[in-house]
C-alpha cells in the first residue's frame, strides 16, 4: 500500500509513459482511470481528514469564545464582590480583619496621576513617539496591478490552493 506522495509520482510517471506511448487515447484515459483509483482514494481520505480537523477548530473556538465569556463574567462578580466589601468596611470604619483562612484589609493603592486638563499641561511633559515605519499599501498596489498601471517592483500573483467542498 503507496502512501499519497508515491502514487502522485507513479500516477504521473503513468501518464507520461501511456501518452508516450502507440496507444489510442481512450486505451490511455481507461488505463489511467484504473490505475488512479487508489490515488483518487487516498485525495478523499485525506480531504475527509481536513474536513474533520476543521470541523474540531470550529468546536474549539466556539468553546474559547465561551470559556472567554465565563472568564469575563466571573472577573466582573469578582470585582463587583470587592468594590460591594470595601463600601461595606468603610461604611463600618473597619480597615482590617483578621481570619484563620485569610486576612481582608483596605489598602492605599500606589500614586497615579489624574489628568484634570491635558491643555494646561507644560509641553517638557509630553511624550512624542516615533514616527512609525512607513507600510506599503497592498490593497492599492493590488488595485493598480489588476488595471493594468505598471509599478516598479511589484507584480501580480496568482497562486493555488486546494479547496475542499
Not at 502512501?3 to 509520482?9: D, E, I, V
Not at 470541523?55 to 469564545?65: C, H, P, R, T, V
Not at 493594468?148 to 496568482?158: A, D, H, T, Y
Request: charged share 35%; aromatic share 6%.
Amino acid at each position: 500500500m503507496s502512501n499519497l506522495y508515491n502514487l502522485s509520482a507513479e500516477v504521473a510517471a503513468l501518464k507520461e509513459k501511456l501518452e508516450a506511448s502507440d496507444l489510442d487515447q481512450q486505451t490511455i484515459s481507461d488505463t489511467l482511470e484504473a490505475e488512479s483509483f487508489d490515488f483518487e482514494e487516498k485525495c478523499r481520505a485525506v480531504g475527509y481528514v481536513v474536513k474533520e480537523f476543521e470541523s474540531k477548530i470550529m468546536s474549539l473556538e466556539e468553546a474559547y469564545d465561551e470559556m472567554w465569556q465565563r472568564k469575563v463574567h466571573f472577573e466582573n462578580k469578582r470585582k463587583s464582590l470587592l468594590e460591594y466589601l470595601q463600601t461595606c468596611m468603610t461604611i463600618a470604619g473597619v480597615r482590617k480583619i483578621d481570619g484563620v483562612e485569610f486576612d481582608i484589609s483596605i489598602r492605599k493603592n500606589p500614586h497615579a496621576v489624574k489628568i484634570i486638563d491635558s491643555g494646561l499641561v507644560p509641553p517638557s511633559c509630553w511624550k512624542i513617539p516615533e514616527p512609525a515605519p512607513a507600510k506599503l499599501d497592498k490593497r492599492s498596489i493590488l488595485n493598480d496591478l489588476k488595471i493594468g498601471k505598471q509599478i516598479p517592483g511589484c507584480e501580480l500573483e496568482q497562486t493555488e490552493r486546494v479547496e475542499i467542498k
